[in-house]
């Protein structure tokens, strides 16, 4: 598998930059050391220098992009803080003891990137693609970062010198180099660097310059990465160990002529199509993957040199993840209060024909057929005195009617009295519960299709009957959640929840209402924490006073002189959640 020799030598130098930490033997038993950020072929990559067993988990944060990296059962070895220099579109890298026995390192980045987490012997590898090339950085050596002071310019080449340093520090295995250059040809440089190590390196056959530079004391393999990038010069650790330095280019030219091999990787926990977005990212312009959903597996076609390492991406993907049971209560609770008092009353003639009569209240029939008169006759003639009041306001569904006739003379007195009061109270209590696997969709509704008659007037002619037809319209409950454990075991949760019914309005043919609540949010929540997602009360008060003008609004009397009514409204909506970690996924089969 080809691996880059940077993340190769880089990694060799971060595990002993730094001396490891005695003086607590209760703690944790792994420890990070350095974290350093240096440059492959099409990729940056950050390199986190570990001791001792330790587990890693990884999450994202928004605004602003950054991943998070915690590293459980270490602690922290303090090195430099990151200089804020752009490299490959990370800003910023903030690293410290987060808890105990939890180290947390915060990358910063430009925008949002795919990125890859690999788990190594002593390392952990986090990669990001870029096209930008910087130099290295390390919190053991920040002194990398800034370019080397250029020597004054000597008419003469002066021969490289190569020397071996004193001994390295207590812990500390990465052999130091102090070297100086002037206008050396880069490729005795190489050369110097290959006889220093031990190592094979081959430089292409295009590749030119001169190097001025002086290194006192720093670890070899940061040296050499240092003097390759102020060359515009990558390196690659080939089949067998051998290194090669050559441009970005030219080494990007090697997968074009390597073979290429097929391997079936099967997937346990996730779904094979779902992974295939994925992987096709960190493929190489020949690679190629397909998902066969017979067997859930992943058929990948990749150089014989990088296969390897898209198999072990795979594996890091195809992770168990959490279960997550989520329980909601939705309380409504809808009542009304209706309140009405009314007085009407008319005053007419005894006898039909004797005197003017009104037809509104007490209806009349006609002395020579005996058959009543039409309710809205009135007849003046003949003398008398005749008067009505309030005799068109009529109050629903009365509770109470009461008429009271009396003989005044020669005309008849006819009192009406209604009365209503009327409490309507909708308790409605609905809890809802799913549980389904970690950043997975969940969705929950419990309801009816009620059928609806619609009238359709328009499309009726002249001569043609109005057209009816029935819909169905879905009311109910629902619950629809997308879940997400955190390293600190709280639930970020993306919710939705909604009650809705229908509401047929009184007159025919007038068609329906639809009544929803809903509540659509996100919010952090403590495993097994009720959290409270929705909360809405709605008062509506309605009075309503008709009568005789100046009569009505009397104190005390006015109210036997009209009609009165007072409703009044109030509907609450209560949302709750109860989010519960049923697995906790420490599983990575």
Do not use: C
Not at 280 to 297: F, M, P, Q
Not at 423 to 430: H, I, K, N, R, S
Not at 442 to 458: C, L, N, S
Request: proline share 6%; net charge negative.
């Amino acid at each position: 598998m080809t691996r880059s020799f940077l993340f190769a030598i880089g990694a060799a130098a971060l595990l002993t930059a730094s001396p490891a930490r005695a003086d607590d033997p209760a703690g944790p038993a792994g420890e990070v050391t350095t974290v350093s950020v240096v440059p492959t072929p099409g990729e940056a990559q950050i390199l986190i220098a570990v001791r001792g067993s330790v587990d890693v988990k990884d999450f994202v944060l928004r605004e602003p992009d950054r991943l998070v990296i915690d590293i459980l059962g270490a602690r922290l070895n303090p090195g430099a803080a990151y200089d804020g220099v752009l490299r490959g579109g990370i800003t910023d890298i903030r690293y410290a003891q987060f808890r105990p026995d939890v180290v947390r390192i915060a990358i910063y980045l430009d925008r949002s990137r795919t990125y890859r987490v690999e788990q190594l012997d002593d390392a952990i590898q986090v990669s990001f693609g870029t096209d930008q090339s910087f130099l290295a950085w390390s919190s053991a050596s920040p002194a990398l970062l800034q370019p080397p002071p250029a020597p004054a310019r000597q008419p003469e080449v002066v021969a490289p010198r190569v020397t071996a340093a004193a001994a390295p520090a207590q812990g500390q295995q990465a052999t130091r180099i102090t070297v100086t250059w002037d206008r050396a040809n880069i490729a005795d440089v190489v050369a110097g660097f290959a006889a220093f190590s031990g190592r094979t390196i081959i430089i292409g056959k295009e590749v030119k310059g001169e190097v001025t530079a002086e290194i006192k004391n720093q670890p070899w393999t940061e040296a050499f990465a240092a003097v390759l990038a102020t060359q515009g010069l990558q390196a690659v650790e080939l089949p067998g160990g051998i290194i090669r330095v050559d441009s970005p280019t030219a080494l990007s030219a090697l997968d074009s002529t390597e073979p290429l091999t097929t391997r079936m990787v099967p997937v346990n926990y996730a779904s094979a199509g779902q992974l295939v977005g994925s992987l096709k990212s960190v493929l190489t312009k020949r690679g190629n993957v397909v998902a066969d959903t017979t067997t859930n597996a992943l058929i990948i076609t990749e150089t014989r040199s990088r296969i390897d390492e898209v198999s072990e991406f795979v594996k890091s993907l195809d992770i168990r993840t959490p279960q997550i049971s989520i329980q909601a209560k939705i309380i409504f609770v809808d009542r009304t209060n209706i309140e009405a008092m009314g007085i009407k009353y008319d005053f007419g003639a005894v006898n039909q024909g004797e005197g003017p009569f009104f037809n509104r209240l007490f209806q009349r029939t006609d002395p020579g057929s005996g058959e009543p008169f039409d309710r809205t006759v009135t007849d003046l003639t003949g003398e008398g005195v005749a008067a009505m009041a309030n005799a068109s306001s009529i109050i629903t569904g009365s509770a109470l009617d009461l008429v009271w006739t009396t003989s005044v003379g020669g005309f008849r007195y006819t009192a009406f009295i209604e009365a209503l009061q009327q409490v309507d109270l909708a308790d409605v209590q609905a809890e809802p519960a799913i549980t389904t696997v970690d950043n997975r969709e969940a969705y929950i509704k419990v309801g009816e299709d009620v059928p609806v008659r619609v009238v359709d007037f328009a499309s009726s002619g002249a001569a043609s009957a109005p057209t009816a037809t029935v819909q169905f319209k879905e009311t109910g409950i629902s619950l629809k959640v997308t879940p997400h454990v955190t390293n600190s075991r709280q639930i970020l949760m993306q919710l939705e929840a909604e009650r809705s019914d229908l509401k047929i309005l009184p007159a025919a043919d007038l068609g329906y209402t639809i009544r929803k609540q809903n509540a659509k949010n996100q919010l952090l929540v403590n495993d097994g924490e009720t959290a409270v997602i929705g909360g809405l009360t709605v008062t509506e008060v309605i009075k309503g006073k008709s009568g005789i003008p100046f009569l009505v609004d009397l104190p005390i009397v006015g109210k036997l002189f009209g009609y009165h009514n007072s409703q009044e409204s109030r509907r609450d909506l209560i949302i709750l959640v109860t989010p519960r970690i049923i697995d906790d996924g420490s599983g990575t089969e």
